[in-house]
């Protein structure tokens, strides 16, 4: 078995996350699903528009699986994308899992298919508030080529908990983004420790930004899902509350940084 | 538009009491027998984690006052802005949980039973649109906003596709080029409001619209913006339905 999270292909971390046989994939392909708008530009589609979803278990529990193929247009998500996403969260009621995955490697919207993209990912995140509502764990996993950022850095910390692994990044503009808007003195985007510091695994663990930094590992990613579902299990997160604690807590931490500055 | 217009026509003049401090807007308004808490940001101003969070804070006070009457206050938040802030130190501050904690709190407004409404009267932008505007259950948008991900020529230097090939698809296509009629396509606006308008009849008329199903893939559908949305979430469900586990 493959064990280094970060070399493993969408299908195969969905995969090899569960238990042995048990990931059944959903639509993976067999109807037009290809995005008629990349088409139109004549660039390369795929049959899943780059996200794979399905349902399996993990050490027993059942989970569903949200998978994000970075090969394709850096995991982006497009109209199709998009959808298949939504129809797939929506469906939770057809499953009753103990937890929803994502595993998020993607810079955000699609440009090519920008207002769609920017839509449909409003469409989810409203579909996992719901879900979180009932109080199942959406539990979103970073470790991937091109972490999470843009809308899916938003939707990451929408989720109940985060498990970065210490490949990870997390953000909003990605350093190439803001080097290119503000110029190589806001964000050197080459210097790969600066960007480690700013956007890496330990650095948003310091900051409170992510509760699990784990090593770049399915078994160790896998102990982080089982003990999150567990604990949801004997005391489920409160919406209300979350937000109140979180709010006190974003507050200290801009206190902190204005009076530092 | 300046705002003192600007709230004369959402709101009448005299029927409000907006505090305008710098970039932020925050207040009251009085329509018809309705009492309107106002939230919002003005002259396009780029929103950061301290302007995320004081947006947060009056969306949590709204909730904390109205949490004994039977009837909670509508809030309407007033959107222009041209994005979140590029800076490095925001990013390290964590601007991306600001911005989640943003759409938490307008989304906690709507369990609360307080309606939430958007619009946009200038700008808004990208991830401020997801995390702002969108949250909220209903969104409008002036016809002279703008709204978008991208301009067309950075579009064009990021996926290499040429800016004339952009320009004219987008003349055909309402799938990446900015516009608020673009959106309105999409189903991610509900409802553009002319010049021409009344603003403040289609704002009683739209809080009443306010809905929590949230049927903008129908809309996309309908307009036919979104062409294959729709489809898919259908299928992708009847699939889900069918599976037993």
Redesign the interface.
């Known amino acids: 078995m493959k064990e280094n999270y970060y070399e493993l292909s969408a299908k195969e971390r969905a995969f090899y996350l569960c238990d042995e046989n048990n990931f ?1 994939e ?2 993976p392909k067999s ?1 037009d ?1 290809t ?3 990349l088409r ?2 004549n660039l390369s589609v795929s049959e899943n528009d780059g996200v794979l ?1 399905g ?1 399996g278990r993990i050490m027993g529990f ?1 989970v569903m699986i949200v998978s994000q193929d970075s090969s394709f247009y850096g995991g982006s998500v497009g ?2 994308h ?3 996403i ?3 969260l ?2 939770y009621v ?2 009753e899992p103990e937890g929803i995955i994502f595993l998020i490697d993607s810079g955000g ?1 699609r ?13 989810i ?3 996992l ?1 719901n879900i979180r ?1 009932k109080g199942i764990p959406v539990i979103a996993v970073i470790g991937g080529k091109c972490g999470a950022f ?2 899916m ?6 989720c109940s908990e985060i498990i970065i692994t210490e490949k990870g990044r ?4 990605g ?1 190439e ?2 080097e ?3 110029g190589t003195d ?2 050197n985007s080459h210097n790969k420790e ?1 960007i480690l ?3 890496g695994a330990q ?2 663990k310091e ?3 992510v509760n699990f930094v784990v090593r770049d590992s399915i078994n160790q990613i896998k102990k982080a899902i089982v003990s999150i579902i567990i604990e949801n299990n004997i005391k489920p997160k409160d ?2 509350e ?3 604690t ?2 006190e807590i ?2 200290k ?2 206190h902190i ?2 009076n530092e500055q | 538009m300046n705002s003192e217009l600007l709230f004369n026509r959402l709101f009448g003049v005299g029927n409000y009491s907006i505090t305008i401090d710098g970039f932020f807007l925050h207040g009251i308004a009085n329509v018809g027998d309705k009492e309107f808490k106002i939230i919002g940001t003005c002259k396009s101003v780029a929103i950061d ?2 302007l995320a ?1 004081r947006i ?2 009056k969306i ?1 006070e709204t909730i904390f006052e109205d949490k004994d009457k039977a009837v909670k206050r509508s809030i309407i938040f007033l959107v222009d802005t041209q994005g ?1 802030k ?16 943003m ?3 307008i ?2 407004a709507g ?1 609360c039973e307080h309606k939430t409404l958007s619009i946009v009267h200038g700008e808004a932008v ?2 401020c ?3 702002f505007a ?2 909220a259950d209903r969104v409008c948008a002036l016809e002279d906003a703008k709204i ?3 301009d067309l020529r950075a ?1 064009s ?3 290499k ?1 040429d800016y004339e ?1 952009l320009l004219e ?1 987008s003349k055909t ?5 900015p516009g608020v009629y ?2 309105w396509l ?3 606006v509900h409802e553009i409001w002319f010049n021409k308008d009344n603003w403040q009849e289609k704002l009683l008329k739209a809080v009443d619209y306010v809905s929590k199903i ?1 049927n ?2 129908e809309l ?1 559908a309908i307009r036919q ?6 489809e ?6 009847s ?3 069918g ?1 037993n ?1």
């Open positions: 059944t959903i639509c109807f699903f995005s008629p708008h139109s530009l979803i349902i059942k109209e199709i998009g959808a298949r939504k129809g797939f929506d469906s057809y499953f919207v440009l090519q298919e920008a207002n769609a993209g920017l839509v449909g990912l409003s469409e995140i409203k579909s508030l509502k843009g809308g850095g938003i939707l990451a910390r929408l997390l953000g909003l503009s350093p983004v803001i290119t808007v503000k806001e964000f600066l510091k700013t956007v650095a948003r900051i409170g930004e919406f209300n979350e937000v109140v979180e709010h974003l507050k931490r801009l940084f204005k | 984690s301290k969070l947060s804070e949590l979140h590029l800076s490095r130190l925001e990013e390290y501050i964590g601007i991306n949980g600001y911005f989640a904690h759409a938490k709190c989304f906690l369990l990208s991830g649109f997801l995390a969108m949250m978008y991900v991208m579009m230097k990021i996926t596709i090939k698809l296509s309402p799938i990446f080029a673009n959106y999409m189903g991610g949230d903008r893939y996309g913006g979104r062409i294959k949305a729709k898919v979430i259908s299928v992708i469900k699939h889900c339905k599976i586990v």
